[in-house]
């Protein structure tokens, strides 16, 4: 697996981040790692509507956004049917298009626990094969990231891209650069999660394993949890690419998906278990704790921008938070979450597509799931 350590590395890497810092709410990246079990999912089908994704060998009349709404579907269904507790929502369940910022932004408005994207993968020839695991990161001379300009590109089917993306250009290098700033915070528990699919594909639905892989990609930059994107294999192989047409396959990869969400629940479940009992017994400490501010995030931007600018519309309330070298625009100022949510689909509605609940305390970012928690 080239650029990415042994898979036993891998093990023992998480192993001991998991241990040490991610699970037992210690400081990573700068913001606390959630640590809570796992009640929402989720589940993106790529693609959709005019963009079709890739189109294979021509053999068959499904292309990629077809066939990764289909496995997105079942594998969906039967995480809701045999993990207790555990609610799945979709991105997409038909035929349509969305923008590529609109998949992240729904998956912190419903303040999901995790966040899979199901593509297929495509090249140039028809020998590569097998399925492979993406989290957020720069590999340096991976694939010549091929994968990331491949889905990236899809914002180029969007209007207004320059302007939504910032600049942003899937063709050009160097604009990669900022990308890879973001989802620090849910790297070890992203790459645990990958490597649970690969595991999975590999053993239940007997594909070759191309290994976990970190590449700058837009759409698990943006999530605010656990994030990985999947191939499930390649349609411009002949045999792979009737394998995943297959009722048969596609129930396969479905059942890849929903074991390795199982596994890693269980993962955090036992976690979260061993942390409560080892803190069961410390003393409780009490400190004035200042009040919690949801306010809903509009835009973030390498450049510093008036509050009067057209972008805004007229919005009042704005408030700017400096984090490293971007400027984050928010609105409102609510004291309760499902205040500010309203106030998010308000916000999309009148043209704000990537609009999505933050919480502040002391004038800092905080976790929202923890926000949430505190304010109940």
Same mark, same amino acid.
């Given at each position: 697996?080239?650029?990415?350590?042994?898979?036993?590395?891998?093990?023992?890497?998480?192993?001991?981040?998991?241990?040490?810092?991610?699970?037992?709410?210690?400081?990573?990246?700068?913001?606390? @790692?959630?640590?809570?079990?796992?009640?929402?999912?989720?589940?993106?089908?790529?693609?959709?509507?005019?963009?079709?994704?890739?189109?294979?060998?021509?053999?068959?009349?499904?292309?990629?956004?077809?066939?990764?709404?289909?496995?997105?579907?079942?594998?969906?269904?039967?995480?809701?049917?045999?993990?207790?507790? @555990?609610?799945?929502?979709?991105?997409?369940?038909?035929?349509?298009?969305?923008?590529?910022?609109?998949?992240?932004?729904?998956?912190?408005?419903?303040?999901?626990?995790?966040?899979?994207?199901?593509?297929?993968?495509?090249?140039?020839?028809?020998?590569?094969?097998?399925?492979?695991?993406?989290?957020?990161? /720069?590999?340096?001379?991976?694939?010549?990231?091929?994968?990331?300009?491949?889905?990236?590109?899809?914002?180029?089917?969007?209007?207004?891209?320059?302007?939504?993306?910032?600049?942003?250009?899937?063709?050009?290098?160097?604009?990669?650069?900022?990308?890879?700033?973001?989802?620090?915070?849910?790297?070890?528990?992203?790459?645990?999660?990958?490597? /649970?699919?690969?595991?999975?594909?590999?053993?239940?639905?007997?594909?070759?394993?191309?290994?976990?892989?970190?590449?700058?990609?837009? @759409?698990?930059?943006?999530?605010?949890?656990?994030?990985?994107?999947?191939?499930?294999?390649?349609?411009?192989?002949?045999?792979?690419?009737?394998?995943?047409?297959?009722?048969?396959?596609?129930?396969?990869?479905?059942?890849?998906?929903?074991?390795?969400?199982?596994?890693?629940?269980?993962?955090?479940?036992?976690?979260?278990?061993?942390? /409560?009992?080892?803190?069961?017994?410390?003393?409780?400490?009490?400190?004035?704790?200042?009040?919690?501010?949801?306010?809903?995030? @509009?835009?973030?931007?390498?450049?510093?921008?008036?509050?009067?600018?057209?972008?805004?519309?007229?919005?009042?309330?704005?408030?700017?938070?400096?984090?490293?070298?971007?400027?984050?625009?928010?609105?409102?100022?609510?004291?309760?979450?499902?205040?500010?949510?309203?106030?998010?689909?308000?916000?999309?509605?009148?043209?704000? /597509?990537?609009?999505?609940?933050?919480?502040?305390?002391?004038?800092?970012?905080?976790?929202?799931?923890?926000?949430?928690?505190?304010?109940?």
């Amino acid at each position: 697996m080239k650029g990415f350590p042994h898979k036993n590395t891998i093990n023992l890497l998480l192993l001991g981040c998991l241990l040490s810092s991610a699970w037992d709410i210690r400081v990573f990246g700068g913001e606390k @790692v959630r640590a809570e079990s796992i009640e929402k999912v989720i589940i993106d089908a790529g693609h959709g509507g005019h963009d079709p994704g890739n189109l294979g060998t021509g053999k068959y009349r499904n292309s990629e956004k077809h066939i990764a709404l289909e496995v997105a579907l079942r594998a969906g269904q039967l995480i809701q049917k045999e993990l207790r507790g @555990v609610e799945v929502v979709y991105t997409r369940k038909s035929d349509r298009f969305l923008e590529l910022r609109e998949r992240t932004a729904l998956a912190n408005e419903e303040d999901a626990d995790l966040f899979i994207s199901v593509h297929c993968d495509a090249f140039t020839n028809g020998t590569p094969q097998g399925s492979s695991s993406y989290v957020m990161g /720069k590999n340096h001379g991976d694939e010549n990231m091929r994968v990331a300009q491949a889905e990236n590109s899809v914002i180029f089917l969007e209007e207004n891209y320059e302007e939504n993306y910032e600049g942003f250009d899937p063709s050009r290098p160097e604009t990669y650069i900022a990308l890879t700033l973001y989802q620090n915070h849910f790297q070890y528990q992203s790459i645990s999660l990958a490597q /649970k699919m690969q595991n999975q594909f590999t053993q239940h639905a007997e594909r070759r394993d191309r290994g976990v892989k970190q590449q700058p990609l837009y @759409v698990t930059s943006r999530a605010a949890m656990p994030a990985v994107l999947i191939e499930l294999g390649f349609l411009t192989n002949s045999k792979e690419e009737q394998f995943l047409n297959s009722d048969q396959g596609q129930q396969k990869m479905a059942e890849s998906i929903f074991r390795a969400v199982r596994d890693y629940k269980r993962e955090i479940d036992r976690l979260q278990s061993a942390n /409560k009992e080892s803190t069961a017994s410390k003393p409780l400490e009490t400190e004035e704790i200042s009040p919690i501010v949801f306010r809903v995030q @509009v835009k973030t931007s390498s450049r510093e921008m008036d509050v009067d600018h057209p972008f805004f519309k007229g919005e009042e309330e704005i408030m700017v938070h400096r984090s490293g070298a971007y400027f984050k625009y928010s609105i409102g100022a609510y004291a309760n979450y499902d205040l500010a949510r309203k106030e998010a689909l308000r916000l999309r509605k009148s043209g704000f /597509k990537g609009a999505f609940v933050v919480a502040y305390q002391n004038g800092e970012r905080m976790d929202i799931a923890q926000a949430r928690s505190s304010n109940r």
